[in-house]
């Protein structure tokens, strides 16, 4: 009797303890599930190439705890490949153009550099890099200041030089170095095309002040054949915030050579107005890459792109810049009203002038956004 008593004493404590185990899971899963009620989805979407990744990491380092040095120094072969792959773009360019353009001398290299190019041009078809030693960024070098590279490099639009061409051959010294480990600079440039979905949750007041909203933002490949994975988060997204590059009204795109960036990210831009998830779901388009635009505005009419070809240039210098960004500003905002329901007109539609390089810029654009954002959730909630 007393060891049946005994059992049962025994049993009835695992049930306790089970019961125990199981109540704080559950009061686990309440919390969690009160928690993410307070977190609010971004989605940032935009074609490729659009800056879209550049943001993604200014988050990380400007409301987050940065790059470690391992992570810094996972960059390294991705930084090396992209010198790598963008000398063999221009070199390869350059004889194309010494083969089809009328004014083709300009194009031809060097006698000395000739040798060099080819070599290179053979290291950046490779799927595996060497690592980047002096030897090589001096032959790199002298080729990127060849005149016959420099012309064509002036036609990169043509070519898909990427825009981290200029910051990487001024430090092919530095990024050569033996003990070489990429800055957050550095990784800020780094190009690596965004396969698949990341997300990074943050506070651009930070994580300690109860004022500050708690935000998980989503980035997912721009190219075409990454879009398929978008539709799957498009449920219960507080904003979305489109990046369009208004550099890139003369390059075509690196999937289709055939096709305008610009006339892609129209496009693109009026799909996602009219997704039916989005009928209550604020909107922040971020104007990227003006850092670029303001220099090229100058020299490349904006008239070569379809969308811009009503364009009348009324000045030079930043007059000419400023007019030029606001016809842009004013046509992506048509485009806005003009795929917007009219049972949608109401919800909330900001647009900001972005440079994803620049973290000032960055930064105080993300605390525009917070604002924005707080105050539709108060007059949501009867507040204001």
Not at 184 to 209: C, H, M, W
Not at 339 to 355: E, G, H, L, Q, S
């Amino acid at each position: 009797m007393g060891l049946l008593c005994s059992r049962n004493r025994r049993y009835n404590d695992a049930d306790a303890e089970e019961n125990a185990q199981t109540a704080e899971i559950e009061r686990r899963i309440e919390l969690e599930t009160k928690a993410e009620k307070h977190i609010q989805k971004l989605l940032l979407l935009g074609a490729g190439e659009s800056g879209k990744s550049t943001i993604f990491k200014q988050i990380k380092l400007l409301f987050q705890t940065g790059f470690d040095e391992a992570e810094l120094k996972s960059y390294l072969p991705v930084i090396h490949a992209n010198v790598y792959q963008t000398i063999k773009l221009l070199h390869d360019g350059s004889k194309e153009f010494a083969q089809n353009d009328a004014d083709f001398s300009k194009y031809v290299l060097s006698h000395e550099n000739k040798e060099i190019g080819e070599k290179l041009s053979d290291i950046g078809s490779r799927l595996d890099y060497p690592y980047l030693t002096k030897e090589l960024a001096q032959e790199i070098e002298n080729l990127w200041k060849d005149p016959a590279i420099q012309e064509t490099y002036a036609r990169g639009s043509e070519l898909q030089i990427p825009d981290c061409t200029d910051y990487f051959m001024e430090n092919l010294q530095r990024l050569s170095d033996a003990n070489y480990v990429p800055t957050k600079e550095d990784v800020l440039y780094a190009r690596v095309r965004t396969t698949g979905v990341v997300e990074i949750q943050f506070s651009p007041v930070g994580e300690n002040k109860k004022s500050g909203e708690v935000y998980r933002l989503f980035d997912v490949g721009g190219q075409r054949n990454e879009r398929r994975k978008w539709i799957h988060l498009f449920e219960g997204v507080s904003a979305v915030i489109f990046c369009a590059a208004i550099s890139e009204y003369d390059q075509t795109l690196f999937e289709d050579e055939n096709r305008n960036r610009m006339m892609e990210t129209k496009e693109l831009f009026e799909w996602v107005l009219k997704q039916p998830c989005f009928e209550k779901t604020s909107f922040m388009l971020f104007l990227n890459k003006f850092d670029i635009f303001e220099k090229k505005i100058l020299k490349v009419p904006l008239s070569v792109c379809e969308w811009f070809k009503d364009y009348q240039p009324v000045s030079t210098g930043k007059q000419e810049i400023e007019h030029a960004y606001e016809f842009v500003k004013k046509k992506f905002e048509e485009s806005y009203f003009q795929n917007t329901a009219p049972d949608r007109v109401d919800r909330v539609f900001k647009i900001y002038r972005t440079t994803a390089l620049d973290q000032k810029v960055v930064k105080k654009t993300f605390k525009l956004v917070d604002e924005t954002l707080r105050r539709r959730n108060l007059f949501e909630a009867g507040l204001l």
